[in-house]
């Protein structure tokens, strides 16, 4: 039978497991991709496509895609129940939020 993930963990060195429990609290919250982030708001393809007032292929085409415009990323966001926050962090400056970015203009 095949051992549990605080087997394993244990069973590591201090050092490594330390690193790896750094790394884990990094990773929370954050989500890779556009695809995680729709599965982890339930959303189908199907319901961010009459959002986005596209048809279903489009959605795959944007989840797809890893260089792409702020509006679409915004509109993909905003469709899946959120809101697209942009900051920098700048040595000496802190953290900045960037508005009016990826805004659709009239």
Do not use: C, N
């Not at 497991?17 to 339930?42: P, Y």
């Not at 895609?65 to 679409?72: E, F, G, K, R, V």
Request: hydrophobic share 35%.
């Amino acid at each position: 039978m095949g051992r549990t993930r605080g087997e394993i963990m244990a069973g590591l060195p201090t050092e490594r497991r330390s690193k790896i429990e750094d790394r884990a609290v990094e990773l929370h919250g954050e989500v890779e991709g556009l695809r995680a982030l729709r599965l982890l708001t339930e959303r189908s393809q199907e319901q961010i496509a009459q959002s986005l007032g596209v048809k279903q292929p489009s959605v795959v085409k944007i989840e797809r895609q890893t260089d792409l415009y702020l509006s679409t990323l915004r509109r993909f966001v905003e469709a899946a129940g959120g809101k697209l926050e942009l900051r920098v962090e700048l040595p000496g400056k802190g953290v900045l939020h960037l508005t009016g970015l990826g805004e659709l203009k009239p």
